[in-house]
């Protein structure tokens, strides 16, 4: 196992360059994927070496419940200062654990919230008007799911502007964006060094709506005036944990629209600094993968041979 369960930790720093580069350069619904799928395999690369590390750690502890034979010496030096990382992965791992929990608690509650407010609303149409002074539009998954949005936040929109509010919430629906937005959130929680492709995939997902609401509208500047109002009059609400409309850097979505329609290529063009970036998350991606099974594959090996028959 060696040093290479310790890549996965670290592996990670590889996917920072493409966070910030993809936001400009890549159409929103390939860079909030593409970000995503990074974010997911690199925590889950971590989360795994983390509980190797956690194997080799309780092992050494009195009472654990773990067969003899794998406090043997040979298992503990398959981690190089077993003594340290051993225990700190236990730490480590229970932190990640609570976090992830913690996660997905809020939003499974918001998410209930919300439903039990619905449910006494006798209208069941796909756009629920809640009377509410406070400005605030929503997509509310589920079956099927929903688009929130208060009285407050239609009164400062005109017509044309609610039209390209109600095609940007039905574009998070459709694009299953808080699937997104909850699975990059927990590979923050996984691993910290993750966190800054939460805000890269917000805003993707965001400007994936946007352009949605831009194709649909066919006017970009009527969806660039909603954003900006909807920003302007909701910048002290409360924002929910799933999409919403006034989310994200507001400006630089306003600033996206009033420009042309993003260029949707699968991949970005090798020499250029996005498609550079691309290509060292693309390898940082694999290897953490790679080191995470050599890992697995060689503490297996040595536990089978530690334990008897």
């Not at 929103?28 to 970000?35: D, K, V």
């Not at 990074?38 to 309780?58: E, H, K, N």
């Not at 209208?123 to 002074?133: F, H, I, M, P, Q």
Request: glycine residues 6%; charged residues 15%.
């Amino acid at each position: 196992m060696g040093v290479f369960v310790f890549l996965p930790l670290v592996l990670p720093l590889t996917a920072l360059p493409i966070a910030r580069l993809a936001e400009r350069h890549l159409h929103p619904r390939r860079a909030a994927r593409l970000l995503t799928a990074v974010a997911v395999i690199l925590a889950s690369c971590s989360t795994l070496c983390l509980g190797l590390l956690v194997v080799v750690g309780t092992a050494q502890l009195p009472g654990n419940p773990l067969p003899d034979g794998w406090s043997d010496p040979e298992v503990r030096e398959a981690v190089p200062h077993d003594q340290f990382f051993g225990k700190a992965a236990i730490l480590a791992l229970l932190v990640v654990a609570t976090a992830c929990a913690c996660a997905v608690v809020r939003h499974h509650r918001f998410h209930a919230l919300a439903h039990r407010t619905l449910d006494s609303d006798p209208d069941r149409s796909e756009v629920a008007v809640l009377r509410d002074v406070s400005p605030y539009a929503y997509a509310l998954p589920g079956t099927p799911g929903r688009i929130v949005v208060s009285t407050g936040m239609l009164a400062c929109l005109d017509p044309a502007e609610r039209e390209a509010l109600l095609a940007h919430e039905r574009a998070h629906l459709a694009g299953r964006h808080h699937r997104l937005l909850l699975a990059v959130r927990l590979a923050g929680c996984a691993n910290p060094l993750l966190r800054p492709l939460m805000s890269a995939v917000t805003y993707s997902t965001e400007r994936w709506a946007d352009e949605e609401a831009a194709r649909v509208t066919g006017d970009r500047r009527t969806a660039a005036r909603a954003v900006g109002k909807a920003a302007l009059v909701s910048r002290r609400a409360s924002a929910p944990p799933l999409p919403a409309f006034a989310a994200g850097p507001v400006p630089r979505r306003v600033a996206a629209l009033l420009g042309p329609v993003p260029p949707d290529r699968r991949w970005p063009p090798a020499l250029t600094p996005t498609g550079v970036a691309a290509y060292v998350a693309a390898a940082g991606t694999a290897l953490s993968a790679l080191s995470a099974l050599n890992a697995a594959i060689a503490l297996f090996l040595v536990l089978e041979a530690a334990t008897p028959l």
